[in-house]
């Protein structure tokens, strides 16, 4: 998905669902890379591609009555067939010690020069490489709105290994040519419920992340939220990409705050990054905690009882240091009410001074030389990030201003249904 805005300011993610959300009919796609494609509408027939023929299954017609499911992870728990990697929780790989270290994120993506292309901000990365991290080499399933030129898949499978297993979801049906043995692709629309409901009920019955790189829309955000959560698994992570501008807070961050106070015996921590909300659930790894990483430092006057005491606090914090707010007598940070005072309280974060295309409008074409960029808002130039756990608020201190940029890479790009270019 698109990382960027317009210059002018409008979500440049919007870009994919402008045409293909118009008149877009629900649809399951599976691939089978060599032998064509076979869609299903909702009418439950299984017309033929352009282009493509239908391949037979099994040296026979084609059955109008099911979707062909070549590309599909083997579903678990008893449900269809088993995967032995996930025969106890999910299998782990044991490293042979002769192999190359593992890449981080950021590394992978800067690494990236040629083939699918992939556009994230770099805070985005990082966030990821943290929250992350105990899915490493493990039986994950992933699922992503929003795969666009395909260059994100590769780095799931790369950064994550061998054993994850991709689920892309996408309004262009172009996207069906990613569909692999390890990468499974639906044509559908995030914004429909109806979708997510046949998506966990055919495709996989659950995942262990989800990453909402879609059209950036407030509904579309909240529809997303509510239809994965359900079957997110335990200790999952679910992430909304690209949260540009002030604006969001009535439409998402309000309601989202409702959601997840509502449901909060599942959550385990609320993470805010600049253009990025992560959300950890409980049940499986601890959740994103920067006070237990070593060397971690709280300055004396940055240990807090109150959010008036919150801005002095910061003000003074040493670069790198923590702040952090406790108070017992709150209960449980993740409340309703309490979600949505931290949401609006840290909204500036979301809301840089200016956002800009290097080279100007690179954002609207298909270019693979072009990056996104942020003049820092006073709020992101102080705050590198905050995490609202059950008993406290932690909020990370930069060590210098944040550079937050998202930097095209690879060579191959996908022009999206949109008359924007």
């Not at 990613?178 to 499974?184: K, S, V």
């Not at 015996?265 to 409980?282: D, M, R, S």
């Not at 017992?328 to 500036?348: I, M, S, T, V």
Request: charged share 15%; hydrophobic share 40%.
């Amino acid at each position: 998905a698109q990382a960027g805005c317009a210059s002018g300011g409008f979500p440049l993610g919007l870009l994919k669902t402008i045409r293909g959300m118009v008149g877009l009919k629900l649809a399951l796609v599976a691939v089978a890379a060599a032998s064509g494609i076979l869609l299903r509408d909702t009418n439950g027939t299984a017309p033929q591609k352009q282009g493509k023929t239908t391949a037979p299954v099994n040296g026979s017609a084609p059955s109008t009555s099911k979707v062909l499911e070549v590309g599909k992870a083997p579903r678990r728990g008893g449900e269809g067939q088993a995967n032995p990697a996930a025969s106890v929780g999910r299998a782990r790989m044991t490293l042979n010690s002769r192999q190359e270290p593992a890449l981080s994120f950021p590394e992978y993506v800067d690494g990236v020069t040629t083939g699918r292309g992939i556009w994230k901000w770099n805070n985005a990365l990082e966030a990821y490489e943290r929250h992350l991290e105990s899915f490493k080499q493990t039986s994950v399933r992933v699922g992503e709105v929003g795969v666009w030129s395909g260059g994100s898949i590769l780095m799931w499978q790369t950064v994550l290994g061998p054993l994850c297993h991709v689920f892309g979801l996408d309004i262009a049906e172009e996207s069906v040519k990613f569909a692999d043995g390890r990468t499974t692709i639906t044509i559908g629309d995030q914004g429909d419920p109806a979708m997510w409901q046949n998506f966990f009920s055919t495709v996989t019955p659950s995942l262990e992340v989800l990453v909402d790189d879609g059209g950036h829309t407030a509904p579309l955000m909240m529809t997303t939220t509510t239809s994965v959560w359900p079957h997110l698994a335990p200790g999952g992570v679910l992430a909304i990409e690209d949260i540009h501008g002030a604006h969001y807070l009535e439409p998402f961050f309000k309601p989202v705050a409702q959601f997840y106070g509502q449901n909060a015996a599942e959550v385990a921590g609320v993470h805010i990054y600049p253009y990025l909300l992560l959300v950890h659930k409980t049940g499986g790894a601890t959740a994103v905690d920067p006070t237990r990483r070593p060397g971690a430092s709280v300055a004396p006057g940055s240990h807090i009882s109150t959010m008036a005491e919150i801005a002095t606090a910061v003000d003074n914090a040493p670069p790198g240091s923590l702040v952090v707010l406790e108070n017992a007598g709150w209960g449980n940070f993740l409340n309703p009410q309490g979600l949505a005072y931290f949401f609006e309280y840290f909204n500036e974060l979301h809301a840089p001074a200016a956002m800009y295309d290097t080279p100007e409008g690179c954002s609207h074409t298909a270019d693979p030389v072009c990056a996104t960029k942020s003049t820092n808002s006073p709020m992101q130039n102080k705050i590198k990030g905050v995490h609202i756990l059950v008993n406290k608020c932690v909020i990370e201190i930069p060590t210098a201003a944040p550079v937050i940029e998202a930097v095209r890479h690879g060579s191959k790009w996908v022009k999206y249904p949109t008359d924007h270019y």
